[in-house]
């Protein structure tokens, strides 16, 4: 069982910067693909970043990359989600997730994930 908790969301301006933390519980968080994922008003929550285990490889969506850096420490047990030249449509609840201990593809697929935090809203201001 994996528990997590996110932080660091808010408002911030256009073209501003935020990074969201995802503290994890449990032994077996060097063992779990973890990913990110957004929602906001009336959409489907998507894809924005996921990264492997060891931290070695990294997946993003193309309307993050090159603005978004996804980073993890395993002695924290925690996964990051740096935010940089935000837009206001990343306004979103941001969630982070993780997927069954032992796999080791990184998928964008929502149904991957088998646990998942309680959300922090991002706001972009413009």
């Known amino acids: 069982q994996v528990q997590l908790v996110e932080s660091g969301g808010g408002l911030v301006q256009a073209g501003g910067s935020l990074r969201l933390s995802c503290a994890a519980s449990g032994r077996t968080f060097r063992s779990n693909v973890m990913g990110w994922f957004r929602q906001a008003p009336g959409k489907e929550r998507e894809f924005v970043a996921g990264i492997s285990k060891s931290g070695g490889s990294t997946n993003y969506a193309d309307s993050v990359k090159g603005r978004f850096t996804c980073s993890r420490d395993n002695a924290k047990n925690t996964v990051y989600l740096q935010m940089n030249s935000l837009k206001p449509e990343d306004t979103a609840v941001f969630y982070c997730?993780?997927?069954?201990?032992?796999?080791?593809?990184?998928?964008?697929?929502?149904?991957?994930?088998?646990?998942w935090g309680q959300g922090t809203q991002v706001t972009v201001s413009s």
């Open positions: 997730a993780a997927r069954p201990s032992g796999v080791v593809a990184v998928t964008s697929d929502v149904h991957g994930y088998s646990y």
